[in-house]
């Protein structure tokens, strides 16, 4: 079955270093997404982008972050100057139309320790 | 999204059929209702999606009631696999990108 590769599956970081999120989405989908749960948190929205641009992003998605697709099958979240609260569980996920009617496929995550 | 409520825990047997409740009383026409699920230490895992009717699929049933303020998530034969936080999702028509989580259901399945 396909799947949402990511990458690396755990990085730690210096507060105040950049840090840069690797996704490989599902060929051909679409739509991609970045979410991220906290320890012991509710899953948040983060990011989604379409078509090369960011079609949503939550409050939490400020000036620090910033997402691309470089070429036809990466999609990278990065974060400009860590900080301690950025620690988290990182997901990427993708899917094939926007419809409510189309489910999502989440990766395994990267775990982000900022120290 | 439209909020869901969900019983914050259950158990169950192994090899024993499971219903997993959720209510949204708030459930526009448009609305559908999602399904995930998270394994311990990995992301959230479509399960299934209906906006009316029952559906059924290789890992679950989906039974909607007739005024949709309610559905339940059945589970056929629990396994041990199956111990995951099930979140309910509503999801708005078209436009709507985002899944907004829950705090979910979590399951134990009890060998």
């Known amino acids: 079955e396909p799947e949402v590769t990511q990458t690396p599956s755990h990085q730690v970081t210096q507060m105040g270093q950049e840090v840069i999120l690797r996704c490989v989405p599902i060929s051909n989908h679409l739509y991609f997404y970045w979410y991220r749960q906290i320890l012991g948190q509710k899953v948040e929205f983060l990011v989604s982008f379409y078509n090369n641009e960011i079609s949503e992003k939550s409050e939490i998605f400020d000036d620090q972050f910033s997402v691309e697709r470089p070429d036809g099958s990466n999609f990278t979240l990065k974060i400009r100057s860590t900080k301690l609260e950025d620690s988290a569980m990182y997901f990427c996920?993708?899917?094939?139309?926007?419809?409510?009617?189309?489910?999502?496929?989440f990766g395994s995550g990267t775990r982000l320790t900022v120290v | 999204d439209a909020k869901t409520t969900q019983p914050n825990s259950m158990e169950s047997n192994e090899e024993e059929p499971v219903h997993l409740p959720c209510n949204h009383s708030?459930?526009?026409?448009?609305?559908?209702i999602h399904w995930y699920r998270q394994l311990p230490s990995q992301g959230p895992e479509y399960v299934i999606h209906g906006l009316t009717s029952n559906v059924n699929n290789r890992m679950a049933s989906l039974a909607i009631a007739e005024d949709r303020k309610s559905s339940t998530l059945i589970l056929h034969r629990a396994t041990l696999r199956d111990a995951a936080v099930y979140y309910c999702?509503?999801?708005?028509?078209?436009?709507?990108?985002?899944?907004?989580f829950g705090k979910g259901t979590k399951l134990s399945v009890i060998p």
């Open positions: 708030t459930i526009s026409g448009t609305d559908y």
């Open positions: 996920a993708s899917s094939v139309d926007l419809g409510s009617a189309y489910g999502y496929t």
């Open positions: 999702i509503l999801r708005v028509g078209a436009g709507s990108y985002q899944l907004t």
